[in-house]
């Protein structure tokens, strides 16, 4: 079954810690991308992967940051500079290749401060 | 103005009833266009592209109004399933480091169906 598979789906972080979400696709997608939701708000994205070992930052990058090493993993590490990460984490892809293509999620990631 | 407007609603509405939403965007550019579902707590599901032509799949009606720069989705014979939030998402075109899938998502409307 192909698809996006982002763990774990609930996470805690104590004050001062980095934590990682990860986040894998066996779509075959070259694009990937992170996007954080608050309640009753718009997706924003925080980072964006159009190839392997290649990424750019996206509107709220400050406090977060992401590696690209193999096409199929995206994983974000939330740092303890990111003073209000509560907020729903969201991975997507999509095929680079092929103009105006949708965006296909994970089922996210609830991070909370302990 | 934001890029991509969307009214918060709820839009409350009984079984079997149709009912509709638009979406506004702002990037004359703007390339694609597509509706999201997202129900509570979950992760946005694409439910239809929207084609310069107006589409239809089954009970859902997209049309887009490039002059107006908006875009609506239309549903029939609502059922207590269809309840979520509706997100409108725009393509703003254009170079993108590269890419061309750059989307913009507004903040959604969401839909109650009561029975």
């Known amino acids: 079954d192909g698809g996006i598979t982002q763990s774990p789906k609930y996470l805690f972080r104590k004050e001062g810690q980095n934590v990682t979400l990860s986040c894998e696709q066996n779509?075959?997608?070259?694009?990937m991308y992170w996007y954080r939701q608050d309640p009753g708000q718009g997706l924003r994205l925080i980072y964006y992967?159009?190839?392997?070992?290649?990424?750019q930052k996206g509107d709220i990058a400050e406090g977060y940051s992401v590696s690209r090493e193999k096409k199929e993993s995206f994983p974000l590490t939330v740092t303890s500079a990111q003073k209000n990460p509560t907020a729903f984490y969201l991975c997507?892809?999509?095929?680079?290749?092929?103009?105006?293509?949708?965006?296909?999620f994970g089922d996210g990631t609830r991070l909370s401060i302990l | 103005r934001k890029e991509v407007e969307q009214d918060p609603g709820p839009f409350n509405v009984p079984e079997g009833a149709t009912v509709a939403f638009n979406c506004t965007y702002s990037?004359?550019?703007?390339?694609?266009f597509f509706w999201y579902r997202q129900d509570c707590r979950k992760e946005p599901k694409l439910l239809m592209s929207?084609?310069?032509s107006g589409n239809e799949d089954g009970r859902f009606t997209a049309q887009l109004n490039r002059a107006s720069q908006y875009i609506s989705l239309l549903i029939r014979d609502s059922k207590l399933s269809d309840s979520a939030t509706y997100l409108c998402?725009?393509?703003?075109?254009?170079?993108?480091?590269?890419?061309?899938?750059?989307?913009?998502f507004g903040a959604g409307t969401r839909l109650a169906v009561h029975p």
């Open positions: 997507a892809s999509s095929d680079r290749q092929v103009r105006n293509q949708p965006q296909h």
């Open positions: 998402v725009v393509n703003p075109g254009g170079a993108f480091s590269g890419g061309y899938n750059k989307l913009i």
């Open positions: 929207v084609y310069s």
């Open positions: 779509l075959n997608h070259d694009a």
């Open positions: 992967s159009q190839i392997v070992n290649d990424f």
């Open positions: 990037n004359s550019a703007s390339q694609s």
